[in-house]
Nanobody
């Protein structure tokens, strides 16, 4: 069983920055995509950013230019650099690594943007 653990969340003021990390407990093979999702209070879980095994990246429109997804496969790590944070970015953030057979989800981490 692979364990996915997010870290780096917390409380930040509007305009601030955070870097989320996601660590896998072991190497995962045949990864199709490595994603970050978020779920604001009372709302659905949405895809925020994705990096494909080709290296291509995709972003939710509202975070384009502010968030950057990256990976260090040699260390089984996924990152989300978040800049110019806004109150509407407040949510629980989840990492998920998707293979043809299984999606490996983290437990989620809270990000709160508030003054």
């Amino acid at each position: 069983q692979v364990q996915m653990v997010e870290s780096g969340g917390g409380l930040v003021q509007p305009g601030g920055s955070l870097r989320l990390s996601c660590a896998a407990s072991r190497t995962i093979f045949s990864i199709n995509t490595m994603d970050w999702y978020r779920q604001p209070p009372g709302k659905d879980r949405d895809l925020v950013a994705r990096i494909r095994n080709s290296g291509a990246t995709e972003y939710m429109d509202s975070v384009q230019g502010r968030f950057t997804i990256s990976t260090d496969n040699g260390k089984n790590m996924l990152y989300l650099e978040m800049n110019s944070l806004k109150p509407e970015d407040t949510a629980v953030y989840y990492c998920v690594w998707k293979t043809p057979w299984e999606d490996h989800w983290g437990q989620g981490i809270q990000v709160t943007v508030s003054s």
